[in-house]
């Protein structure tokens, strides 16, 4: 029962703070309550096509072809393909994160996973439509040309940052969370 105690912690004291926060503040209540209903069915309506979508890429793509395209060896067409995916994923960022459980799971180098996630969060396609129409095609290939710097350079970074043996930890968490 601790280990789960342990875990939840965080989760626990979030609703603890909230209900506080709606027993002080009853003019908020309503507000908040609604929020937080929202949230939860956006939640529901993204995550299950996100986890069916996981399987399949789970049973279908072979770990030789992600470590073929996207491993240790695949080079700048590894982390172009890890930039396109993330770029054409749909979904809040959350998403992202047991997409790249998986592709660690498939043996994904740690920067082609690290550059999904950048992508995944900052370069979305649809938002480059909107940005071109809102704001001008100018605006939006200069803010798309520093986001692929920015994810290059924060990829390799963080890379060089963690220590290889954190890396291991996280691809063998990985192996055992999907």
């Known amino acids: ?15 603890a703070v909230f209900i506080v926060f709606l027993l002080l503040l009853p003019l908020y209540r309503v507000k908040a309550v609604e929020i937080i209903g929202f949230q939860a069915e956006t939640m529901l309506l993204v ?18 072809q992600i470590m073929r395209f996207m491993g240790p060896g695949s080079g700048a067409r590894g982390g172009l393909l890890a ?4 770029s054409f994923a749909a979904g809040p960022l959350y998403g992202a994160f047991p997409v790249a459980a998986v592709l660690m799971k498939k043996g994904a180098s740690f920067n082609n996973i690290l550059i999904f996630i950048g992508a995944w969060s900052t370069t979305k396609i649809p938002m480059l439509l909107f940005e071109s129409s809102a704001l001008g095609a100018r605006f939006a290939l200069a803010r798309l040309a520093i986001d692929i710097i920015g994810i290059i ?5 963080i890379e060089a940052l963690v220590p290889a043996e954190e890396v291991r930890r996280l691809y063998a968490q990985a192996e055992k969370m999907v």
């Open 153 to 157: 350079v924060i990829a390799a970074a």
């Open 47 to 64: 995550i299950p096509p996100i986890f069916v979508l996981l399987g399949l890429l789970d049973v279908w793509v072979p770990r030789e």
């Open 83 to 86: 930039f396109l995916l993330g």
């Open 1 to 15: 029962m601790k280990p789960v105690l342990r875990r939840y912690a965080a989760v626990m004291a979030t609703a």
